[in-house]
């Protein structure tokens, strides 16, 4: 009697309607769907918060006066990701601001690389402590001669600015692609390179 | 300029191995932390290219642990399918007798 009904239409019918729905669960387990891929930096100021930047919360800052940030990097690219914080100060001039839509990099002078590898999901904190070590008066400019960065005193030859204003440090994030075997400003999604950098003013007073 | 020098070459083909094993289904959070610390402390070639041996044999287990889990995807699909339809059609079964059965019990209970 069981044998002649698993024979039966009905039986075949209720096989097949299992089949479609265990193959389908089996399908979208294998094949999850792909979340967008994304980084970011962030800048945070010493209580690892977006404000007080700066003592007394004035971007006017003296030679000698220590700065306490803190660079967040966050990985969602679905990998784990080589990234690479340039950091660099510069001036108001065209150049040293970063070009998001050609890729093109600050031409700011590098006082700070570092390298680490961020899981997926993952958050990378770099601390920055720095702070002007010297700086000289050149007609109405200052400019600035050396900064100490965390525990390296990094030079800043030929960085100026009229009455010591419009200084600023940019933060650029760079990744390894390693379809490319190249390190990338910042990543490539999509087959898109996308550039994030951020940057903070500030004046020598 | 302060901070890490640029990661050598060995470096970076041993971070090449560690994606590959990734995407191969590994776990490779132990293998990053290496990776790491040496990065940090600006390791030797053949740290990295031991690191880069251990991606490797990660990454091959990961394959043949994919290998083996398709297979048995392969076999548990139809099994389960073929599970679910006897649970259903028994359950129809024995819906439809005690069916019967109250139709039989209402036609002996007619006057």
């Known amino acids: ?205 | 300029m302060a901070g890490q020098v640029s990661p050598s070459r060995p470096a970076l083909d041993a971070l090449e191995a560690l994606r590959a094993a990734e995407a191969a289904g590994a776990n490779v959070v132990s293998m990053v932390s290496k990776y790491n610390s040496l990065l940090q402390q600006t390791g030797s070639d053949a740290s990295f290219n031991s690191l880069q041996n251990d991606a490797l044999t990660a990454q091959q287990n990961a394959v043949a642990t994919q290998a083996n889990d398709k297979i048995t995807t392969a076999i548990s699909v139809p099994i389960i399918a073929l599970l679910l339809a006897l649970v259903t059609a028994s359950f129809l079964q024995l819906r439809r007798r005690l069916e019967r059965e109250r139709l039989m019990d209402m036609e002996i209970q007619k006057p």
């Open chain 1, 1 to 205: 009697m069981m044998l002649k009904y698993l024979r039966s239409k009905e039986f075949a019918t209720l096989y097949l309607v299992f089949l479609s729905l265990t193959t389908l669960v089996a399908w979208v387990n294998a094949n999850p769907p792909k979340a967008e891929q994304f980084a970011s930096v962030s800048l945070l100021g010493p209580s690892k918060t977006a404000t007080q930047y700066f003592p007394n919360n004035s971007s006017q800052i003296k030679t000698g006066e220590v700065i306490n940030w803190y660079i967040q990097v966050y990985n969602h690219m679905e990998s784990a990701e080589l990234f690479f914080l340039n950091i660099k100060i510069g001036n108001q001039s065209l150049t040293d601001t970063p070009n998001a839509p050609t890729n093109t990099p600050s031409a700011g002078f590098t006082i700070l690389q570092s390298y680490q590898v961020v899981l997926n999901n993952d958050t990378w904190i770099v601390p920055l402590q720095w702070w002007v070590v010297n700086n000289t008066i050149n007609g109405n400019s200052v400019v600035i001669g050396a900064l100490q960065v965390n525990t390296s005193t990094a030079p800043a030859i030929g960085i100026s600015a009229v009455f010591g204003k419009n200084f600023r440090i940019i933060i650029e994030l760079w990744s390894y692609d390693v379809q490319l075997h190249e390190f990338l400003f910042s990543f490539r999604s999509g087959g898109v390179v996308y550039s994030l950098w951020n940057q903070q003013w500030f004046d020598l007073t």
